[in-house]
């Protein structure tokens, strides 16, 4: 993959489920399997999710994603004018920040947006990286001014030029951002790389959040692990359907083996689709990776909890999640729905059934984003 192919492929390895994640907001079919085990109630008459029957709950949501017009007229024309009728649908949704947005978040019980680029700018040229982080900040900056009740957003950062990257989070945080958005590596370059700690050391002193939001592998990793099959199951193989679950936790891995968090211990980094594969891993990673190997101040493990936040974002399974809830503390888990990519009635539904107390359910619908992100 070449990296204009490189964005085309991530919306591609996900129009699929974006196209059941629209009909599902917009009552139009069936959203998955996550649904089929819910009580009979809480469903319509076809087993799609009832609109207004779940809880009277705040939300507030982080895996939330918008394209911007400077990325359509960018990388994002690979996909613009696509005539795959599901990618066509997808970018419509994503591009559409007015009051259809907010008309679907009402159905889903979605209080709130925390909004993100995603795909980024992480694999665009250097010299045209910060442009089009600042075009696309500025856009949802005044998409958030016009509904700042519903929405929030997260920044882009031109990660390709780290001290500019600084100064750009420096200019959105001091804009009412909550943090920033980093989608992967940055052209194989992961952010334990010493280059990029002029920016995490920005973060840090500005209390911004990054949400690690998953891209493609690097294409030699591609070509070895993902390569070989069709088109469409080589480019679904290795991002939705498992690879850039991977490429995130190794990311976070190496963030914690590499020093970031013994450097920049207050800083705070978000994962999604229920960690990543990390909870699942944690107690291997605890049992071998000790600091007298390592060189780390700490376990891995005291990283992947002080250092990590985690949340829903499409992995609308209970088997995960209680996985999830017995590694790290209830105070690290936070809702998300990852629209449009997953369906905000699904995930708005689990949310509800899921077997924890009232008070569990508040801080990870609403209480620790609004502690983590100063809401």
């Not at 919306?11 to 998955?32: C, F």
């Not at 087993?47 to 895996?63: H, V, W, Y």
């Not at 009728?85 to 709130?112: F, H, Q, W, Y």
Request: aromatic share 10%; proline share 6%.
């Amino acid at each position: 993959m070449d990296r204009r192919n490189f964005i085309s492929t991530t919306i591609l390895a996900t129009a699929a489920g974006a196209a059941t994640a629209v009909a599902a907001d917009h009552g139009l079919g069936a959203v998955g399997q996550a649904t089929q085990n819910l009580p009979q109630a809480a469903a319509g008459s076809q087993g799609e999710p009832a609109k207004g029957a779940f809880s009277k709950l705040r939300t507030i949501t982080m895996e939330e994603h918008f394209f911007s017009p400077a990325f359509m007229a960018g990388p994002g024309k690979a996909v613009k004018n696509s005539a795959n009728p599901k990618i066509a649908r997808t970018v419509e949704i994503a591009c559409d920040l007015s009051s259809n947005r907010l008309a679907l978040m009402d159905a889903a019980g979605i209080d709130v947006q925390i909004l993100s680029h995603a795909p980024g700018i992480e694999q665009m040229e250097a010299s045209e990286q910060l442009s089009t982080a600042r075009d696309t900040n500025d856009f949802l900056r005044e998409c958030v001014a016009k509904y700042p009740a519903r929405y929030a957003g997260f920044a882009s950062l031109p990660t390709a030029t780290p001290n500019k990257a600084a100064q750009e989070l420096d200019r959105m945080m001091k804009a009412g951002f909550k943090g920033a958005v980093i989608n992967g590596h940055t052209r194989g370059r992961y952010l334990d790389d010493k280059f990029f700690w002029p920016m995490l050391e920005a973060a840090e002193s500005l209390n911004a959040p990054i949400y690690l939001h998953p891209t493609p592998p690097p294409k030699g990793i591609f070509d070895i692990y993902y390569a070989g099959f069709s088109p469409s199951v080589s480019d679904i193989l290795a991002t939705s359907g498992w690879g850039w679950h991977i490429e995130t936790a190794v990311h976070a891995i190496r963030m914690a083996l590499g020093g970031v968090f013994d450097r920049f211990p207050k800083l705070q980094i978000v994962v999604g689709h229920m960690g990543e594969t990390l909870t699942f891993m944690l107690p291997r990673l605890e049992r071998n990776l000790q600091p007298q190997t390592t060189g780390c101040k700490h376990l891995v493990s005291v990283y992947l909890r002080r250092n990590l936040y985690y949340t829903f974002s499409g992995f609308n399974f209970q088997q995960n999640f209680m996985n999830l809830m017995h590694q790290v503390s209830v105070d690290r888990i936070m809702f998300s729905c990852d629209h449009p990519y997953a369906p905000m009635l699904e995930a708005r539904l689990f949310l509800d059934r899921l077997p924890i107390s009232p008070e569990d359910r508040e801080q990870i619908a609403h209480g620790n984003a609004e502690r983590l992100f100063k809401m």
